[in-house]
């Protein structure tokens, strides 16, 4: 049980925090500023197995993208469509590092990214040990739904061929920070 002087300990510092750091309105895209619409979708990584949850996300611009981790080691990275389990061949997709290993519950980090526009965001876990993506650990944001043949079913029947998954080099884009929902909840 917590005791009183924790509750109001914590209490305090909650305000603290609160009042120390404003809730930004917009963000800062290398394409402009985007006016962030204060929605935050949440995402778990291994809820359920070897996949996200939810791993279909239609999210508008200026809406926050937020993954949660559970055991064991999984990041997420950004992927093209057409090549699964690598990561964008310009070199400016997002990767997550690896950051958020735990053995169990959730990783006190979390993920971010700020949806800057509506084309498809496709991810997968690179985590190569047990082939996770291979293993349809992928995920989509904003899938054309008109297109079947763009789907996420058909981006996770292609990750099963591809072997290996591609590890990106350096962590980037994105935000790793501290789990902001109260209790380490989703
Ligand atoms: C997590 O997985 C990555 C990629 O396979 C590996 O480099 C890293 O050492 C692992 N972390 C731990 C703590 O095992």
């Known amino acids: 049980m917590f005791s009183f002087k924790a509750i109001s300990a914590a209490a305090l510092l909650l305000i603290a925090s609160v009042s120390a750091a404003p809730t930004p309105t917009t963000y800062d895209s290398p394409d402009g500023t985007v006016e962030l619409t204060g929605v935050t979708h949440?995402?778990?990584?291994?809820l359920g197995g070897l996949r996200f949850?939810?791993?279909?996300?239609?999210?508008e611009v200026g809406d926050i993208v937020e993954w949660h981790f559970l055991k064991v080691n999984?990041?997420?990275a950004e992927s093209s469509f057409a090549e699964p389990c690598?990561?964008?061949?310009?070199?400016t997709?997002?990767?997550?590092?690896?950051?958020f290993f735990i053995q169990d519950g959730q990783a006190p980090n979390v993920f971010q990214i700020v949806v800057e526009d509506k084309t498809p965001i496709w991810y997968y876990c690179p985590q190569t040990?047990?082939?996770h993506c291979q293993m349809g650990m992928a995920g989509v944001i904003n899938q054309n739904f008109d297109n079947q043949d763009f789907s996420l079913r058909r981006y996770k029947e292609v990750a099963a061929t591809t072997g290996?998954?591609?590890?990106?080099?350096?962590?980037?884009?994105?935000?790793?920070?501290?789990?902001p929902n109260p209790n380490g909840g989703f």
Do not use: E, L, R
């Not at 997709?93 to 950051?99: L, M, Y």
């Not at 350096?170 to 790793?176: D, F, K, L, S, T």
């Open 164 to 179: 290996t998954s591609i590890v990106p080099p350096v962590q980037q884009g994105g935000a790793v920070i501290p789990n």
């Open 74 to 76: 999984h990041s997420i």
């Open 129 to 131: 040990n047990g082939n």
């Open 42 to 46: 949440s995402v778990v990584a291994g």
């Open 53 to 59: 949850d939810p791993d279909n996300v239609v999210a």
């Open 93 to 99: 997709g997002f990767f997550a590092g690896f950051n």
């Open 86 to 91: 690598k990561p964008v061949a310009d070199g």
